[in-house]
Nanobody
Framework: QVQLMESGGGLVQAGGSLRLSCTAS????????VGWYRQGPGKQRDLVAS???????NYADSVKGRFTISRDNPKNTVYLQMNNLRPGDTSVYYC?????????WGQGTQVTVSS
């Protein structure tokens, strides 16, 4: 059983920054690709950023140049640095990883950006 724990969400003004963390319960986390997703009220859950085991990253067009995903393998943690936040970034943010054929999600962390 894999457990993912997100943290770092909160309330911030437009233009501000937050750093989200996703910490895994398994030491082999470094062997797994990880994605950050977000879901706003009444909306589908969309991929925001992802990072592979070798550090290759990918971003949604809406966050390119503002968000940075990174990983600290000894800490079993993946980060999402979010800069220049906009009200449209307000969502619950989730991290996800796949182990074998199963997807594991964290419980989510709320990010609210005020105008």
């Amino acid at each position: 059983q894999v457990q993912l724990m997100e943290s770092g969400g909160g309330l911030v003004q437009a233009g501000g920054s937050l750093r989200l963390s996703c910490t895994a319960s398994i030491s082999s986390f470094r062997l797994n690709a990880v994605g950050w997703y977000r879901q706003g009220p009444g909306k589908q859950r969309d991929l925001v950023a992802s990072i592979t085991t070798d550090g290759t990253t990918n971003y949604a067009d809406s966050v390119k140049g503002r968000f940075t995903i990174s990983r600290d393998n000894p800490k079993n943690t993946v980060y999402l640095q979010m800069n220049n936040l906009r009200p449209g970034d307000t969502s619950v943010y989730y991290c996800k990883t796949r182990v074998g054929y199963l997807d594991y999600w964290g419980q989510g962390t709320q990010v609210t950006v005020s105008s």
